[in-house]
């Protein structure tokens, strides 16, 4: 064991931490982030929208839902080439990579053919749907306008700094635009339906059973070494968005909601990150009553912002990260978690979530029965609860043993005095 823990502490997440933080895997991270406000933004009227289910006569407000979460797909190939030009150290392209993104965007989900008019088309392609499409496009910008400006074009010339920019600017924007338009237009290729076609292997697995175990496991996983959830955003995304969006319009066209792996059911509902990720409110709820006066303090310091399923203080605090009588009861949870979760919603005894609600920080089992809508939400709050604790605690007592032991060591060092005399 201490010679796995040395090579996972000691070079597999040095390497690891090394490659995330790679500026075109950084930058994808970091957008993803900068796009939650809108995200939330939609989540928001989800919940207003909950309400106005009890209390008809309060007014509509999903234009904010339309121009905020549902053009999720241009903010984030917005995001997406804006950051990739700030990590690449191109700082001075950020703003208008950003906005030809976006240009770029519309050229490739422009609706064709019988749809060519249609305003819904062109909406629905700028969502979640398309937010696959979002990505590539960023990408692509970024890429063509990173070669741009490695080249320096005019750099120490004679003129004037204003044409320079103006030139630094217009090559890479009608170089990117012009591409694009020969696939588009001059050999009639429909980018949206190909970009998507490319990513649907990737979203069915994604939503099936071991997809979306391995997709729960892999960032617990690295969580317990100290590596962000976020930075596996550019795969999940795409496919937790999706996922939800079929579920909101299954249930709108009176249909059952099916797609299991989404934002929602792993983050939003309290029971595969209860308490965070790695389910580790148990972990907490054992610290709190510990023999150990050192984790029993520590438990009790962590306890608020465990019951809001924030677990940075205690995961490293406790600490989960590196400690490997701790990571391994993490890394069951991050198995046992999402399998309960999906038989239990594949066998109909909890509703799959079918609405935007991007929040992981409402208390379980409140969370759990709001955001499924399903009385059943607080029995198998209640069920995950104690088989969490239940893993959490021989691992935990191994643990409080060895602290228990440290703290005696260090009661019965004795105290150095000073020489009499001196």
């Known amino acids: 064991m201490k010679k796995i823990m040395d090579w ?3 070079s597999f997440a040095p390497r690891m931490n090394n490659l995330f933080s790679r500026p075109w895997l950084s930058a994808i991270s970091s957008s993803m982030q900068k796009s939650i ?15 106005v289910s009890y209390f008809p006569s309060l007014p509509d407000i999903s234009p904010i839902l339309d121009y905020s979460f549902g053009l999720i797909s241009m903010i984030i190939a917005f995001m997406i ?44 392609n700028l969502g ?15 890429a063509i306008f990173n070669l741009w400006a490695k080249l320096n074009f005019l750099e120490n010339s004679s003129v004037p700094d204003f044409i320079t920019t103006w030139i630094n600017f217009l090559v890479p924007n009608f170089i990117t635009l012009g591409l694009t338009m020969i696939l588009v237009n001059t050999f009639n290729i429909n980018l949206f339906d190909v970009i998507l076609s490319v990513f649907e ?28 959830t976020w930075l596996w955003s550019a795969i999940t995304a795409p496919i937790y968005l999706a996922g939800i969006q079929a579920n909101i319009d299954a249930v709108a066209a009176g249909q059952q909601a099916l797609n299991i792996a989404t934002n929602e059911t792993i983050f939003s509902i309290a029971l595969i990150t209860m308490g965070g990720t790695c389910a580790t409110l148990g972990l907490n709820v054992l610290m709190c009553f510990s023999k150990s006066k050192q984790l029993k303090i520590l438990g009790r310091i962590f306890i608020i912002p465990s019951i809001f399923n924030i677990n940075e203080p205690i ?3 406790a600490p989960v990260v590196f400690n490997p009588l701790l990571m391994l009861p993490a890394w069951i949870n991050g198995l046992v978690g999402p399998i309960v979760v999906w038989v239990i919603m594949k066998a109909g005894l909890l509703s799959v979530p079918s609405k935007l609600i991007f929040s992981g920080e409402i208390p379980g089992p409140i969370s759990t029965f709001l955001f499924t809508e399903d009385l059943r939400a607080f029995l198998w709050w209640g069920v995950l609860f104690c088989v969490y604790l239940a893993i959490w605690y021989p691992f935990f007592k191994a643990y409080e043993k060895q602290k228990i032991q440290e703290e005696l060591a260090s009661e019965e060092t004795p105290i150095a005095t000073a020489p009499e005399g001196v």
């Open 8 to 10: 996972l502490c000691n």
């Open 37 to 51: 406000p809108f995200i939330l933004t939609g989540s928001l009227i989800f919940l207003y929208n909950i309400i």
């Open 81 to 124: 080439a804006n950051q990739c030009m700030e990590k690449l150290k191109h700082p001075s392209y950020s703003t208008v990579a950003g906005i030809v993104s976006i240009c770029t965007l519309m050229m490739a989900v422009m609706p064709t053919g019988k749809n060519a008019d249609s305003i819904s088309v062109l909406m629905e």
């Open 128 to 142: 979640p749907t398309g937010i696959a499409v979002g990505m590539i496009v960023g990408l692509y910008v970024s």
């Open 201 to 228: 292997p990737l979203a069915a697995i994604g939503q099936s059973f071991p997809g979306f175990v391995v997709m729960c496991f892999i960032t617990a996983f690295f969580y317990t070494m100290g590596i962000s």
């Open 315 to 317: 995961v490293f605090g």
